[in-house]
């Protein structure tokens, strides 16, 4: 009877009788199992039958997914926007590039180095949120953003300017991490460690304080939510997640450059945390994993068009078509699902679960 | 001495292009609060739109500047009709959002028609324009924008204290919910107001493809540094645009000449994070006090 009880599927209502219930994160233990069941088929069936090209898609996603989840915990639940993202990315990449090449530092403890040196600087940025909100403290993060890139090109005895870093493989006990597949336990166990501090972070004080403080800041101090101090908290863990994601792709790309660390990017995370589901830790990595593939994809389909007789012989040229459709995304997105990836999937589910009566 | 002098005069040149290209930014906040991302792809739009007109459709220009004028009013009723009505109390970032997704469509839609070449509009400003003091000369493409952005700056000022209609658009752009309770027909001030926006945006492309060339990177960037020119001018004030247009265009030119070329394009950024934080409503900007 216990465990029929256990496993059950969704109740009909809300059964909960103390509070802890309500903050499990696993609403049944169906969930929970399904999760493992997907994770062991992430990590044991994934990397052996896929293909390399497949691999590094996926790896990239994983990436990606470690960095737009910290922008959600900033964005998605204290509600500061950063416009800044992608720099922090990048002085993750750097911090971890030099603290490779300068300093000869193992990869397991340059890594999140680089992610404490990027939420130092995050929390650097940060601190105009001590009087600045909403759009100003916008338009502040977009200019720490053209700022870092300046630091980052200019600073040449540091980041060696425009030529870039080459950086050493990860060594750990005499064994050299190299190849997508070696990556992709390294990126995935990150991915899914920080996933888990990202949701349980969201349980505890600290990110009841957060939402609070996106709710209603002034209702926040009220309340005797040192708001400053919250807000400086938020930018240095999402800027932690940045840099942490920063380094892992520096060592995953082997050399670096200033290149893509601009405003673009940062604008790509955004656009992810948007088309994820803001407020929603599973969402960030929805939306990681639907821009990259619509970055492939559109290269892929840019390609084909390229060749295409009529395009060519119009001379017309394919590639702005990334861009459009890219901005287009966001804005059907905006229009259509505000709440994001995260939000279809759950109608998706409920409508599954409430089948065929479904009210 | 005639260095100083050289920069000087290039400084304000260059800060009243900035100036000029700030107005439809700030029309644009100071009616709806919207922070528009989509800007510099709007007075790309215009630039381009003007460049169709008198090459392709072999248009006089007279002709053409009214007709692009026209284009972009009622493209400025279409962007605020289909992206931005639904967005009506919506959070910022969603509006945010939404004007970065237009500018990058914007952008892409150019790139695809025209592509990344550089274009120049051929001569039709009259030489006799140009303004002669001393040893400095004041090309006529010069005046021309002084005398635009002057006539701008009576006419909106007067718009915006005077008629019934500017009202509204201020009244919208403080409180949504409080004009609307008042009566205010806030969807059609903010098509309005997106529909002037988009014309003066429009306006200021071709003044600056006039002088520049007519390009969608440049344009598009310049779209970026309007954010320092009217955080320093205030984000709502049409005057303290152009005014913090040429305090910046003067602060690139100088840092540009005297201390390094390549610092010239940060120098706005770092000025704007300074001003945010000592004086976030800028100039002329009108203070929000909110206390906790």
């Known amino acids: ?359 | 001495m005639e260095f100083f002098l050289q920069l000087l005069v290039n400084g304000i040149c260059v800060g009243l292009l900035y100036g000029i290209s700030a107005m439809g930014f700030v029309m644009i906040f100071k009616s709806s609060s919207v922070l528009n991302f989509a800007h510099g792809e709007l007075l790309a739009l215009g630039a381009f739109l003007f460049l169709a007109l008198i090459t392709w459709a072999q248009l006089p220009v007279a002709v053409a500047f009214v007709l692009t004028l026209i284009g972009c009013f009622l493209l400025g009723f279409v962007i605020e009709k289909f992206f931005l009505r639904p967005l009506i109390g919506e959070k910022l970032i969603f509006v945010i959002m939404l004007t970065v997704g237009l500018a990058s469509m914007f952008k892409g839609l150019i790139l695809l028609i025209w592509g990344g070449n550089l274009y120049t509009y051929p001569d039709f400003l009259p030489e006799t324009m140009g303004l002669k003091f001393g040893a400095i000369y004041i090309a006529p493409v010069y005046s021309a924008t002084l005398i635009i952005s002057v006539i701008f700056l009576v006419l909106f000022g007067l718009f915006f204290k005077k008629s019934a209609q500017g009202i509204y658009m201020r009244s919208v752009a403080d409180n949504q919910k409080a004009a609307l309770s008042l009566g205010v027909h806030v969807r059609r001030v903010f098509a309005l107001s997106w529909a002037i926006a988009a014309l003066v945006a429009c306006m200021s492309g071709i003044v600056l493809g006039i002088i520049n060339g007519v390009n969608v990177h440049d344009l598009s960037s310049i779209g970026l540094k309007v954010f320092p020119v009217v955080i320093l001018g205030g984000l709502d004030s049409i005057g303290g645009a152009i005014i913090g247009g040429i305090i910046i265009g003067l602060l690139e030119t100088f840092t540009g000449g005297y201390l390094s070329p390549s610092l010239r394009d940060v120098v706005p950024y770092i000025v704007l994070v300074f001003i945010l934080m000592v004086k976030p409503y800028g100039l002329f900007g009108l203070v929000e006090i909110e206390r906790v």
């Open chain 1, 1 to 359: 009877m216990k465990i029929m009880r256990k496993f059950s599927f969704h109740p009909c209502g809300n059964y909960h009788e103390e509070y802890r219930q309500e903050l499990n994160i696993f609403e049944t233990d169906f969930g929970r199992v399904s999760m493992c069941v997907f994770l062991a088929a992430l990590f044991f069936v994934a990397p052996f039958v896929l293909s390399p090209y497949m691999l590094y898609i996926l790896n990239t996603i994983g990436i990606v997914a470690i960095a737009a989840i910290g922008l959600n915990i900033l964005i998605g639940y204290t509600g500061q926007i950063s416009l800044g993202h992608g720099a922090f990315f990048g002085v993750g990449a750097y911090a971890a590039a030099i603290l490779a090449t300068r300093f000869g530092i193992g990869f397991y403890f340059a890594i999140p180095a680089a992610g404490i040196i990027t939420a130092l600087v995050g929390m650097i940025f940060g601190i105009p949120s001590g009087r600045l909100k909403g759009l100003y403290l916008t338009i502040a993060t977009l200019a720490g953003q053209f700022i870092i890139e300046y630091v980052l090109i200019q600073w040449d005895s540091l980041t060696k300017g425009t030529m870039g870093i080459t950086l050493p493989p990860p060594e750990i006990f005499g064994w050299q991490i190299s190849g997508d597949r070696a990556f992709f336990f390294m990126i995935f166990i990150s991915l899914v460690l920080m996933t888990w501090f990202a949701v349980n972070i969201i349980r505890t004080k600290y990110g009841r304080a957060f939402i609070a403080i996106r709710d209603n800041d002034r209702a926040a101090e009220g309340m005797g939510i040192p708001i400053f101090r919250y807000k400086l908290l938020s930018f240095g863990i999402s800027s932690f997640y940045a840099g942490f994601a920063g380094a892992l792709w520096a060592y995953y790309m082997v050399s670096i450059t200033t290149e893509p660390f601009n405003l673009g990017l940062s604008v790509e995370y955004i656009a992810m945390v948007i088309i994820g589901g803001m407020g929603n830790i599973p969402g960030a990595i929805f939306g990681a994993t639907f821009i990259t593939l619509l970055n492939e994809l559109l290269r892929f389909l840019t390609g084909i068009l390229m060749n295409v007789g009529i395009v060519t012989s119009l001379g017309l040229n394919m590639a702005p078509l990334k861009e459009f459709v890219f901005g287009l995304t966001i804005v059907l997105f905006i229009l259509i699902e505000p709440k994001g990836l995260a939000e279809m999937w759950r109608i998706i589910r409920s409508s599954f679960r409430l089948w065929p009566f479904s009210y």
